[in-house]
């Protein structure tokens, strides 16, 4: 019997399926050929922490510090049971066949299960990156030994540990060392977190150190027989200009519009093209956080987990945690089933589901850009989008509608680009006039999406009427003075799209350079951290702590924020150590290094960041917050509760002083409610005590509660402002 491990209950259900004549037995399916297939629930493990080896290590300490504890692992809470089914038919089999993700995630996800039990039976992989069940069959028919991908698991392996040993330790050190100079908060340090920290913190600075200067825009008209138009200079090579080609001197742009005016123009090109524009490539996750903010509003949690309940409950889209804009070759021919399923599914879609010619292969159907996984489509499953919520439903539109445009026509339109030059001076002006809207029709109340947009010529006239020997004069010319603009503060939407692509901010060659490479297989991915499973998560944590904050729709950092940040070495909070790290990870996959060896030198980096914060201790005003206006013993600590962020006494429980929240601060000004008074005129009719009258879950209802309560749970609707008391 070979025992066949996914990653994930659905991956599992597509093995047994491709293999055939499976039958549910609990946690596994037995296929007709006398194979079974199991699954994990992505990690059924996590890592061993300090205190699981030393009681002592519960307890902060800094002379306990750096920790350094054996790497083991421990079941996750509630799937110890499926680690023991595993092992069980893992102890029948004959052959293990290793059904973890195709990348360095997926193979450490299963090989840790199978150390973690003992296994000494033979162990195969197969590599499936899509559930079609011809590539699942594909995949059946060419496994290979799972002892060629040792490399790869040491590597994740030896990520995941260092990562943990880095975060636990520092995390420790650093928020000891502002504990001994009066702080009460966590500060905490992450190889990613950090750096996503550090990303927020230089576009604040950048956009408040920002020095406005003067520049022109200059324009000019020209007429002729045909019509009129308008053009753009072209400052020639030696004109005043800043880095992005702005006029910045005065005297330059009024010349300009008095030599130009009235003048005749010569054309020196002009060029029509019939051009056409593919539609916007199917969502992988990151950018569907990215929209979803930008249209809803969304964090980028909310859009996981609403997405997690589409694929899980609902079963109506393919895996959202995917980093991939990609589909294989083979689904394709799945195309007229998923956009009948659409169509039903959303009315508000079907015409456009069912305008769709599933006879059309967009680029997105390209099996080599497919990586782990492919991206994030609608299933063939139904369902009656008016019992979806409200945020399921938003989400399940978008998606529909990225995969839609698949099977519309191109975009196709005529570009004209005229070059002229007049007294001297060039201009140039683009025209793009439409000859099939295609799948842009789909995206016409879509006004900001800057992926539909950003390539929109300067105007939709015609201008075909133009050639080399047409006469045209300048009627007129402008100098328009602008101020530049600072670098704009991040949205979540922006901040989000960035930290896919964080090589572009870094200066040294060699490390850009690491970063690009560890993405080189990535279509959606350009020298990004994180990954698009964990962004979010980490963006909450970084709001959680009070490091960075939302406010008006833009991710701001916080004064805490910033002085954290301060205190930290570049190397923290730059992508600087991930693209270090990425290259001696690669070493182990090659076999170059060991997993020991690497977390030995993340380790003696730790030990002597953390003798440094010994010998220098920190100094964090930030995070002793304000004096407690009420007790005067403890400071006002930022938390959340159950209704969003407040603020609370750093001395609680003697002293219980909360204020509310505002932009990150105390609000000492607040209008605290009033204490409810017991009506003198309605008493109860079961104890004579006075009744009260409360706001009800609805708003502008109401309802009357016995001030007794507790030990009288008397009730009464409201009547137009009295209790509804029965004689």
């Known amino acids: ?108 996800l299963v090989d840790e299960v199978l150390d973690y039990i003992g296994n000494n039976k033979p162990v195969r992989r197969i590599l499936i990156n899509d559930l079609n069940k011809k590539i699942v069959q594909k995949a059946l028919a060419n496994l290979r030994d799972n002892s060629e991908f040792f490399g790869l698991y ?83 090579d030696g004109a005043p200009v800043d880095d992005k080609g702005r006029v910045l001197d005065e005297t330059y742009a009024t010349n300009l519009v008095q030599a130009v ?24 996750l990151l950018n569907l956080q990215a929209d979803a903010s930008r249209k809803f509003g969304f964090s980028p949690d909310k859009t996981l987990k609403v997405t997690q309940s589409l694929r899980e409950k609902h079963r109506l889209i393919t895996y959202n945690r995917s980093d991939c804009e990609y589909l294989s070759d083979e689904h394709h021919d799945d195309a007229p089933a998923v956009l009948a399923a659409i169509a039903q599914t959303a009315p508000v879609l079907a015409k456009a589901a069912q305008s769709g010619d599933p006879a059309i292969k967009s680029r997105a159907f390209n099996s080599k850009n497919v990586s782990a996984h492919h991206a994030i489509i609608p299933t063939e499953n139904t369902a ?71 390539d929109d010529a300067d105007s939709t006239d015609n201008l075909e009427w133009v050639t080399t020997n047409t006469p045209l004069t300048c009627e007129d010319a402008t100098s328009e003075k602008k101020q530049t603009k600072p670098p704009a503060r991040y949205t979540m939407a922006t901040l989000l799209k960035d930290l896919a692509r964080v090589a572009k901010y870094v200066t040294d060659p060699k490390i850009r350079q690491l970063l690009l490479a560890k993405d080189q297989e990535k279509k959606g991915e350009h020298g990004g951290i994180g990954t698009p499973a964990t962004r979010s998560a980490i963006i909450e944590q970084l709001m959680k702590r009070g490091f960075i904050a939302e406010q008006s729709k833009k991710v701001i950092s916080t004064e805490l924020g910033r002085e954290f940040h301060d205190l930290l070495p570049e190397s923290a909070t730059t992508p600087d150590m991930t693209a270090l790290w990425h ?104 104890c004579s005590k006075g009744l009260i009258r409360r706001a009800g879950k609805k708003k502008g209802s109401y309802w009357w509660g016995c001030s007794g309560f507790p030990a009288c749970d008397f009730r009464a609707f409201d009547n137009k402002g009295k209790p509804e008391v029965k004689e």
């Open 1 to 108: 019997m070979r025992l066949f491990i996914a990653e994930k209950p659905e991956l599992g259900r597509a093995i047994a399926e491709a293999i055939g004549n499976g039958q549910k037995d609990g946690g596994c399916i037995r296929c007709g050929n006398g194979d079974v297939v199991t699954w994990c629930f992505g990690h059924l493990l996590t890592l061993t922490d300090p205190e699981d080896h030393d009681p002592n290590a519960k307890q902060w300490n800094m002379d306990s510090l750096p920790l350094r504890w054996p790497v083991e692992h421990k079941p996750i809470g509630d799937k110890e049971s499926q680690i023991k089914l595993i092992q069980k038919l893992a102890g029948q089999a004959s052959e293990i066949v290793h059904a973890g993700d195709p990348d360095d995630e997926g193979q450490l």
């Open 154 to 236: 040491q590597s994740a392996l030896a990520r995941s540990v260092s990562d943990q040993v880095y975060g636990y330790n520092l995390t420790r050190a650093y928020t000891l060392a502002g504990r001994a100079a009066g702080a009460t908060q966590v500060l905490s340090v992450g190889r990613v977190q950090t750096p996503i920290l550090g990303l927020v913190v230089r576009r604040d600075r950048a956009h408040e150190s920002h020095s406005a200067h003067n520049y022109y825009d200059l324009m000019a008209r020209f007429a002729g027989d045909g019509g009129a138009f308008t053009a753009k200079h072209r400052p020639a």
């Open 261 to 284: 005016k009235g003048q005749p123009a010569n054309v020196i090109s002009a060029n029509t093209e019939d051009k056409e524009a593919s539609a916007p490539l199917p969502y992988n």
């Open 384 to 454: 009656d989008l008016a019992k979806l919520s409200d945020d399921e439903g938003k989400l399940y539109l978008l998606i529909a509608r990225a995969y839609i445009a698949q099977f519309w026509p191109k975009h196709a339109y005529r570009e004209t680009t005229i070059d002229l030059e007049v007294s001297g001076y060039a201009f140039r002006t683009t025209s793009r006039v439409t000859t099939l809207e295609g799948w842009k029709k789909l995206y016409a109340r879509d006004t900001d999406n800057d992926e539909v947009h950003q």
């Open 583 to 686: 290259e001696q990870l690669e070493q182990i996959k090659a076999g170059q290094m060991t997993m020991q060896q690497f977390v030995d030198g993340v380790a003696e980096h730790i030990a002597q960041e953390i003798e440094r914060i010994k010998t220098e201790g920190v100094k964090v005003t930030a995070a002793v917050g304000p004096e407690c206006p009420t007790c005067g013993n403890g400071s006002l600590q930022r938390r959340k509760g159950k209704s969003g962020f407040f603020w609370g006494c750093s001395a609680y429980p003697d002293c219980k002083a909360t204020f509310p929240d505002k932009r990150g601060k105390p609000d000492f000004n607040a209008k605290k409610k009033e204490a409810a008074v017991p009506s003198s005129e309605h008493l109860c009719p079961k």
